[in-house]
Structures are given as structure tokens and as C-alpha cells.
């Protein structure tokens, strides 16, 4: 049987029916069996607590379709129908992880013998995800952003007004130098700071640190000026940037900021602080960085992810061509 599934574009091939198509779970089993599991991701794995909670995300959205539709026994139609549900609903990347999230899962509950067989085996599939330029802003863009947050600081009036001016400045300074994920921001201590060399120690996916260079000194000046400023105020714990509680500033607090600021600033009302991250990438690769370069200073762990800028690159010397280009003009 082979599925073929459009907006997706998932090929799933090898699925035989027949005596394989008789393998079936009892669905009490992977709803009792998930509990342990995910404990033992966190032991034995050592995911981070992000990565476990889509786990179980994953894991508790199937079973409770599984329930919905009343299937008390889970086999290779079960899961079949599932995928092609979900594809209406979650993007590429959701479907794809939940896809691989559940496999992992059933293996587990085959291993420990819970169960005789595994609706999973041999469910071969390819992912054909169509790819999705980065989105990014412009220099001009990024240069209005910064000018307003420090225009809104000169004009502030209060003390609270310029420590919150600065504190964003320096978010969206270091976001842009960086490249690094907000995620990443926001768990960043003031112990990973080394001013003197002008380093920040970065927290990544998978319990992966690695050191990022600020390389411009009116970045550092900023930072610099922050934690002064933030020195002054009570603080509840070591984080970097905190919001008017001395708390550590959540990635969604940082959303927020980042979405007022370009709504204030008449710039593009729908970015995204990854549209720094996307921008930064794509700045240095079309200025002839090394690839590998930048996928270490992005944190990937696959240069297949960072390639996805070079397209980027490809295309901006392209539009830069086709409008300045002086041969189009005689």
C-alpha cells in the first residue's frame, strides 16, 4: 500500500498488508505505558525538558483521537488514518516530528515487552517537505527598529521608561549580532557573559552550549550599559534580561516586545525575532562567510538546515542584479 498525501508530499512505501497488517496494540497499553516513557527519555537521554514535553504532546494528541474515534486497539490502518488526519491540521514539521515521536514510542513499548509486535515496523516513509525561504528583514528595516528604541530612550521621562529602552535595545542588538534563537536569549545568565572578551556562553537545543563572539562595539556598549542599568535593581535570579519583576524575560514576553516595537516602528508588522536569526545568517553568507562557519555560530547540528540561507543569498544577488545591474538598462 502506498500513501500518498499532497500538501504534505509524504510518500510512506513498504506497508504490506497481510499477516504484518494483523499486528495490533491494545490502546491502554500506550496510554498506560507513556508515563514511563517519558521518565526514562529524560534519564537515560538526557532531552531537555522542551524536547520531552513534545513527546508527550505528541504521544497525548494520538491518543486522544484514538479515543475520540473509539479504536481500543491501534494497527497500521489506525496510524494511517491518523497521518493523513493530521496533515489537514499542523504544519510539515509537526506532522513530520509527531510521525517519528510516535515510532520512537511504539519501539519503546516492543522493547520492554509490553506488547507482542509493532504497527511501526516497517512503516519506510521519505519526507519530501516543500522548503520555505527564510524570512528575514532588510538592513533598512533593522537600522528603523534600532532608531526608534533609542529615540523612545531619549525621550523617555522616567527612570523606568530608559531601563526598559535599554533593555530592549540590548535584546534586539544582541539577537541581530548573534543570530542566536530567543529560546537561547532568554536562558542566557549574566555568568555567561565575559565582557573582556566579548563573549556570551549560549545554551542551545539538546543541552548543547557553545561561545558566541559580539564583534560590534556598540553592541557591547549597549549590553554593557544594561547590565549597569539592571545592577541597579532588585533581581530575582542570574538571568541576563529580566522583565519589571526582576524575573527572567520569557521568549513570549520577548515576542511581544519585539511585535510592538515593529508596529511602532512602520516596519513589517508580522515579523518575528527569528527574522533577526534568519537575517544574520543570511547576512553572512552572502558577504562569503564559511558555511560551516556559520552553522556552528547558528547552533545547527546539520549544515543541511543552515544550506536553506544560501538559497536566500542566491536570490538577494539576484534581485540585486536584475534591478542594479547596468546591462538591463541599454
Known amino acids: 500500500m502506498n500513501l500518498f498525501i499532497n500538501r504534505l508530499k509524504i510518500v510512506i512505501i513498504g506497508i504490506q498488508i497481510g499477516e504484518w497488517g494483523l499486528c495490533v ?74 510521525i517519528i515521536s510516535l515510532k520512537a514510542y511504539f519501539r519503546h513499548i516492543e522493547d520492554k515487552h509490553f506488547a507482542e509486535g509493532n504497527p511501526f515496523c516497517d512503516f519506510n516513509y521519505t519526507f519530501k517537505t516543500v522548503k520555505r525561504l527564510p524570512k528575514t528583514l532588510t538592513t ?3 537600522s528603523k527598529l534600532l532608531q526608534y528604541i533609542v529615540a523612545r ?75 549597569e542599568q539592571r545592577e541597579q535593581r532588585p533581581h530575582c535570579d542570574d538571568a541576563l534580561f529580566v522583565n519589571k519583576y526582576g524575573r527572567r524575560l520569557s521568549i513570549y514576553s520577548i515576542e511581544d516586545l519585539f511585535r510592538n516595537y515593529c508596529v511602532k516602528a512602520n516596519i513589517n508588522p508580522k515579523a518575528t525575532p527569528h527574522f533577526l536569526r534568519h537575517s544574520f545568517a543570511t547576512g553572512l553568507l552572502s558577504n562569503g ?25 542566491h536570490e538577494l544577488k539576484k534581485q540585486a542584479l536584475d534591478k542594479f545591474n547596468m546591462r538591463n538598462f541599454i
Not at 57 to 70: A, S
Not at 187 to 196: M, Q, S, V
Not at 289 to 313: F, M, P
Open 25 to 98: 496494540i491494545s490502546l491502554n497499553v500506550v496510554e498506560s505505558q507513556s508515563e514511563r516513557y517519558l521518565n526514562d527519555l529524560a534519564i537515560t537521554k538526557n532531552l531537555s525538558e522542551k524536547s520531552i514535553k513534545a513527546y508527550c504532546g505528541d504521544i497525548n494528541t494520538f491518543v486522544k483521537w484514538c479515543k475520540k474515534q473509539n479504536f481500543a486497539e491501534i494497527e497500521i490502518r489506525t496510524i494511517l488514518e491518523y497521518v493523513k488526519m493530521r496533515s489537514e491540521t499542523v504544519k510539515d514539521s509537526s506532522l513530520k516530528r509527531a
Open 140 to 142: 533598512s528595516e533593522i
Open 153 to 227: 530612550s531619549n525621550n523617555s521621562y522616567s527612570a523606568f521608561d530608559k531601563y526598559i529602552s535599554s533593555r530592549d535595545l540590548a535584546i534586539i542588538e544582541v539577537l541581530y549580532s548573534t543570530g542566536i534563537r530567543i529560546g537561547e536569549l532568554s536562558a542566557i545568565n549574566l555568568k555567561d557573559i565575559d565582557l573582556l572578551e566579548q563573549t556570551i556562553l549560549i545554551h542551545g537545543k539538546g543541552r548543547k552550549e557553545r561561545i558566541t563572539y559580539i564583534s560590534n562595539e556598540l553592541v557591547m556598549t549597549r549590553l554593557t550599559c544594561w547590565i
Open 289 to 313: 562567510a564559511d558555511i560551516r562557519v556559520v552553522q556552528e555560530l547558528l547552533g545547527h547540528s546539520s549544515i543541511s538546515t543552515t544550506q536553506i540561507y544560501t538559497q536566500v543569498s
